[in-house]
């Protein structure tokens, strides 16, 4: 009969539930069972695709320093698996000089970090990227260190190696139903009831569902996003080396990567989707997204245009002041929670460990205060939403 009873669960096994899987399973081996509800890499979530954007580039301290831990924890995994899963390429931050997302912040916080960066104006970024089309109102910031992180391939790493480490990873094994006995977890997926010490819960856009099984229910919001890549006639000048990552920093906002997984460079506008039912929802693209952000590259960098490769559809899992949870629930200090509020992917290695020491240990030495499942915003009905940080 397989095993049922292990000192630690993860509860789903997107990009932060398989680090937390790996991170658990490099201390304490066999003690760790990661549960999926569907299949492993499966597209439904939040975490697939070839490419995220890594930076250091933030809007305050605290997310420089996380981002700091993210470069750390990636370098260990890639030692560990032996394969490349940050790709540098340098990155751009643009817009108005008067935006929705002002740079200022974002040079403040990296200052204070003692992290480089340069401040350039429209020609300076003409003349080193022609892709661009700007003028002179335009400013921008670029980081040296900002890049890929490699979604699939960092994702299959991770659970690969815990694996590797000892953890047992079930995939179909979607969770219905927790319950507290003696202090411990009773954790029915399917018909099996297996029981833990000690839980992750890194649910994605489910993470509602998982919570109810504590009374709980936040303020979250899902939406359908998507990411087009395409076939530029000249595709050479959007390979990395050549082409930054970049994020245009007003409302709305745009980014895109060079070339990287498909022969074509890929953009998209951030918080651009609408609400959806992560089980109901379809994997259309939307045309009017589509019209969004073609209208933004004709403008401002047009050589990207060529015929769509594909618009691939993907969910966000928004906290109404869009950061991060990551914490203890209230009264079951052995239960951790992670919600990626639709930018966590870089950090999602260093999530999983930051979850692996609270779950653990009770502490971690990552600055995470800015992150408590406690504040006040979580605890209102209709919180005022801000996604554009
Ligand atoms: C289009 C797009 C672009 C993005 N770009 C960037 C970027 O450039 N940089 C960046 O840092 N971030 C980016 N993000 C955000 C980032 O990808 C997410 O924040 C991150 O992947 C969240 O991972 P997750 O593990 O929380 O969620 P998921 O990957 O969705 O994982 C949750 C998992 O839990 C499973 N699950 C849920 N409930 C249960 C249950 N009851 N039983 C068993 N399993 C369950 C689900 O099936 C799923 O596999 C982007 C996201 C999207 C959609």
Redo the contacts with the bound molecule.
């Keep these: 009969m397989a095993r049922t009873d292990f000192e630690y669960i993860v509860?789903?096994?997107?990009?932060?539930?398989s680090a937390a899987a790996y991170w658990l399973s490099r201390r304490f081996k066999d003690a760790v069972l990661g549960?999926?509800?569907?299949e492993l890499g499966?597209v439904?979530?939040?975490?697939q695709?070839h490419s995220?954007?890594?930076r250091l580039s933030y809007h305050r301290p605290d997310y420089v320093e996380f981002a700091k831990l993210a470069y750390r924890a990636w370098a260990q995994v890639e030692e560990d698996a032996g394969e490349q899963l940050v790709l540098v390429t340098g990155g751009l931050d643009l817009g108005p000089r008067k935006s929705a997302i002002p740079l200022e912040g974002y040079m403040d916080a990296m200052q204070a970090c003692d992290v480089s960066f340069e401040h350039l104006d429209a020609a300076t970024i003409m003349r080193r990227w022609p892709q661009f089309r700007i003028d002179d109102t335009i400013h921008g910031v670029y980081q040296e260190r900002s890049g890929i992180?490699m979604?699939a391939r960092a994702n299959a790493a991770h659970q690969r190696m815990a694996r590797q480490h000892g953890a047992t990873l079930r995939e179909r094994?979607?969770?219905?139903d927790i319950r507290t006995v003696e202090g411990e977890f009773e954790v029915l997926?399917g018909e099996t009831p297996y029981r833990c010490r000690k839980l992750v819960i890194?649910?994605?856009?489910?993470t509602n569902?998982?919570l109810a099984h504590f009374g709980m229910h936040l303020p979250l919001e899902v939406t359908k996003?998507?990411?087009t890549y395409f076939a530029s006639s000249d595709v050479d000048v959007f390979a990395p080396g050549r082409f930054p990552v970049w994020i245009w920093m007003d409302d709305p906002s745009f980014?895109g990567m060079p070339v990287f997984g498909e022969r074509g460079p890929k953009a998209?506008q951030d918080a651009g989707g609408k609400p959806v039912d992560p089980d109901t929802r379809s994997f259309e693209p939307d045309e009017d997204n589509l019209a969004r952000l073609t209208a933004f590259l004709e403008r401002y960098i047009p050589s990207m245009l060529g015929p769509a490769i594909y618009t691939k559809t993907?969910?966000?899992?928004l906290t109404p002041d869009r950061d991060f949870v990551i914490d203890s629930i209230a009264g079951h200090p052995n239960a951790v929670v992670?919600?990626?509020?639709?930018?966590?992917?870089?950090?999602?290695s260093v999530i999983g460990k930051t979850l692996a020491e609270l779950v653990a240990d009770g502490k971690t030495e990552a600055g995470i205060s800015g992150f408590g499942l406690r504040r006040p915003i979580l605890r209102e009905a209709n919180p005022q939403k801000t996604y554009m940080v």
Excluded: M, N
């Design positions: 509860l789903g096994l997107g990009g932060i539930g549960l999926e509800q569907f499966h439904r979530g939040e975490s695709d995220r954007i890594i992180a979604a094994s979607g969770v219905t997926a890194a649910a994605g856009p489910w569902e998982a996003e998507q990411v980014y998209a993907c969910l966000y899992t992670a919600i990626g509020a639709g930018h966590a992917f870089k950090f999602s």
